[in-house]
């Protein structure tokens, strides 16, 4: 998720001053290798964990292989009606099966494998009366209908929203859910942790469309169809139902990119998506292929944008500005690579999101002034010094403070060190090994530590763990 960051970002550019010298160059390992494993999740299996942020989400003793969402929304009684078949395995014996799910909605006929199972919805979750043996796997179908309700988040930012499925004024819906909010609308296992594949339809009157993550599939009769191939974290989900255009961009070797503007939009909200294409060529000449698909972008009545896997859900007055657009753009598209093909294992490590994506997004407004680069820096290292004061630093994030400016700027400052003492080559091969060698696959700061150093051949473990866990900007 980016934060409305135009603003302050702006100023950091403009400040004076060129950064300190950086003293810590990483230390020779003796044996180290450039060759990286391939361990990505290519059918939905993942290893889920507890989250120590938030643990009354998720469920690490169950692991969702694929999420079948057939759904249909009616805009004059408010009523959303679904059917999720869900592929789970259990990671351990369980008593039962219970996901993440909203008591706003009623529940239907649920059914374990083919056969009828009962069930309920108590404190925030699904709880279906169904044992399971450690390996089993199983197929939940759980038929449901209600008016969405949102959950607070967890964060004091100048942005803050509501998380999951809104309702708007005129009948339409839009959802934000970082760090949970899935359950708004499936039932889910709501955890970073969980990546799992999709299918997504949606049925919507006449003049309507449905926007939903992933692969665009055929669409007809008012049905609209998605579907994930690559995993994804419950999070990167997104949907959004509302009279949209559709414009469709190609980007490079072809890419599909889908522009979904409202009635509202203006010319200049569109003519800045159309740069799509540049921002995703500009990404991948330091970061390798484009992780997916299809790329697009879905305008929402949001003051955020959010890096929604295959289809960016954005604030239609974050791009309103032309200039602040491309900073915006670039920052998602880049969570594409940092976020979505590779994500964090627990919200502990969200720094591993938002560091690379601000990073780059600096790089990205420095690239046509050499010496903007270290305005930023010195900028940002006097910006540092409050921030861990008043938040903490960004390997220690606090629940109640989800997602502000200590895990942006601080890991971004971390890398910054890194590029540095790495040099342009080896930097942005460090960045496409990350991406690529890791795929589909939830990472900690263990995980990170152990592939920079053997990516290098150097061993960067003080410098990365000063900068996570200092309580006050490292020299």
């Excluded at 070797?253 to 294409?277: C, F, K, Q």
């Excluded at 919200?347 to 420095?366: F, H, I, K, P």
């Excluded at 990472?443 to 763990?465: E, H, M, P, S, W």
Aim: some cysteine.
């Amino acid at each position: 998720m980016r934060r409305a960051l135009a603003t302050t970002v702006t100023v950091l550019l403009l400040a004076g001053c060129t950064p300190g010298a950086v003293r810590s160059q990483g230390q020779p390992l003796t044996g180290a290798s450039t060759i990286v494993e391939d361990r990505g999740n290519r059918d939905g299996t993942s290893a889920p964990v507890a989250d120590p942020l938030y643990p009354a989400y998720g469920n690490p003793a169950l692991d969702v292989l694929h999420y079948d969402l057939a759904l249909t929304w009616a805009p004059q009684p408010r009523t959303l009606t679904g059917t999720a078949t869900i592929r789970v395995r259990a990671v351990s014996a369980v008593p039962s099966l219970r996901l993440d799910f909203s008591s706003a909605y009623t529940l239907g006929n649920i059914s374990v494998d083919g056969a009828p199972a009962s069930g309920r919805v108590a404190d925030g979750d699904l709880v279906v009366d169904k044992a399971l043996p450690a390996g089993a796997v199983a197929t939940l179908a759980v038929r449901y209908s209600g008016t969405p309700a949102t959950v607070p988040m967890p964060s004091h930012r100048g942005d803050v929203e509501p998380l999951g499925l809104t309702v708007t004024a005129d009948g339409g819906l839009w959802t934000m859910q970082e760090p949970y909010g899935a359950s708004t609308w499936y039932p889910a296992n709501d955890q970073p942790s969980d990546k799992a594949l999709y299918d997504i339809s949606v049925t919507v009157p006449a003049g309507w469309s449905a926007v939903a993550s992933g692969t665009p599939g055929p669409s007809g009769d008012g049905t609209f169809r998605y579907t994930s191939t690559a995993p994804v974290a419950s999070y990167l989900t997104t949907l959004a139902v509302g009279q949209y255009t559709k414009t469709v961009v190609t980007g490079p070797h072809n890419l599909p990119i889908t522009l979904w503007t409202r009635p509202s939009d203006d010319a200049t909200r569109l003519d800045a998506l159309r740069r799509m294409p540049v921002y995703v060529q500009w990404l991948e000449d330091r970061f390798g292929p484009y992780p997916f698909p299809s790329t697009g972008v879905v305008l929402v009545p949001s003051q955020s944008a959010m890096e929604t896997q295959q289809m960016l859900t954005v604030g239609g007055d974050v791009v309103k500005d032309p200039a602040g657009a491309a900073g915006v753009l670039v920052h998602e598209l880049a969570h594409q690579w940092f976020g979505d093909a590779v994500g964090p294992a627990t919200w502990q490590d969200v720094w591993l999101n938002e560091g690379w994506a601000s990073y780059t997004e600096q790089l990205y407004r420095a690239q046509s002034d050499p010496a903007a680069m270290a305005r930023w820096e010195q900028a940002a290292r006097n910006a540092d010094t409050d921030l861990r004061r008043r938040l903490g630093p960004p390997g220690s994030p606090r629940a109640d403070s989800f997602a502000e400016n200590n895990v942006y700027v601080c890991p971004a400052l971390m890398l910054r060190q890194l590029h540095k003492a790495l040099g342009d080559a080896r930097f942005f091969a460090l960045g496409r090994a990350w991406a690529a060698s890791n795929a589909g696959t939830a990472r900690t700061r263990a995980d990170f530590i152990a592939f920079v150093n053997k990516q290098t051949g150097r061993d960067f473990t003080g410098l990365i763990n000063a900068w996570l866990d200092s309580p006050t900007t490292p020299a």
